[in-house]
């Protein structure tokens, strides 16, 4: 089972950046799915989830509004777009899969993250 996490890099104050997360492995359409970030020096931060189906989602209070998960069942791919992005989002992303909601005990698998660096 392998989930790969894409898309993070430099951005200013305000811009968009597009995550992806390709997963491979598993029954991709039958796992809720979930991103959560790290910054330097902090715990592990839940962001969004969404469930199989990807019919519900659910998001962070620091991020709704800003930012919007999404899912591909053919393709076995999850996408986070970001935007308006500050600098406080400036963390490792991780996609994860096995569960809905913010307790990242729940999750089963995890991949490795992408730097997303928002600069002022």
């Known amino acids: 089972v392998q989930l790969q996490a894409s898309g993070g890099g430099l951005v200013q104050a305000g811009g968009s950046l597009r995550l992806s997360c390709a997963a491979s492995?598993?029954?991709?359409?039958?796992?809720?799915m979930g991103w959560f970030r790290q910054a330097p020096g902090k715990g592990r931060e839940f962001v969004a989830s969404i469930t199989s189906s990807g019919l519900n989602t659910f998001y962070a209070d620091s991020v709704k509004g800003r930012v919007t998960i999404s899912r591909d069942n053919v393709k076995n791919m999850m996408f986070l777009q970001m935007d308006k992005l500050k600098p406080e989002d400036t963390a490792d992303y991780y996609c994860?899969?096995?569960?809905?909601?913010?307790?990242?005990?729940?999750?089963?698998?995890w991949g490795r993250g992408t730097l997303v660096t928002v600069s002022s």
């Open positions: 994860t899969a096995g569960s809905f909601g913010q307790n990242p005990r729940a999750y089963d698998v």
């Open positions: 492995g598993l029954t991709f359409s039958r796992y809720h």
